[in-house]
């Protein structure tokens, strides 16, 4: 069974920085797609920031370009996400999400529809 959790969310200053982390167990991550995506009070999810197998290949949505950075260490099956300079619109709910059956290679954007295991998620809140 595939299982997929994330970390290192809180309550930080604008400005600030956080790295989250997300373990997959049950699975080998190498080979799949994996991403970031987020999800404020009332909104829709949107994806953040996604890397495709091997890390060669990264997405940012644009107003996270040049703040945030996505890495992975497939040796651990973990994902990452560095968020520098955070402003108050940073505040969602941050979810992991990997493409398990390897049918993208997912880099080059972050489409929701294409990642099939999703962890529970991990709160980011940015206070002014």
């Known amino acids: 069974q595939v299982q997929v959790m994330e970390s290192g969310g809180g309550l930080v200053e604008t400005g600030g920085s956080l790295r989250l982390s997300c373990t997959a167990s049950g699975l080998t991550v190498a080979g799949k797609a994996m991403g970031w995506f987020r999800q404020p009070l009332g909104k829709e999810r949107e994806g953040v920031a996604c890397v495709g197998w091997g890390g060669r290949t990264t997405h940012y949505v644009d107003s996270v370009e040049g703040r945030f950075t996505v890495s992975r260490d497939d040796a651990s099956n973990t994902l990452y996400l560095h968020m520098d300079d955070l402003k108050p619109e940073d505040t969602a709910m941050y979810y992991c999400?990997?493409?398990?059956?390897?049918?993208?290679?997912?880099?080059?954007?972050?489409?929701?529809?294409?990642?099939?295991?999703w962890g529970q998620g991990t709160q980011v809140t940015v206070s002014s």
């Open positions: 999400a990997i493409d398990s059956a390897a049918r993208f290679n997912g880099g080059y954007y972050c489409r929701e529809s294409e990642y099939d295991s």
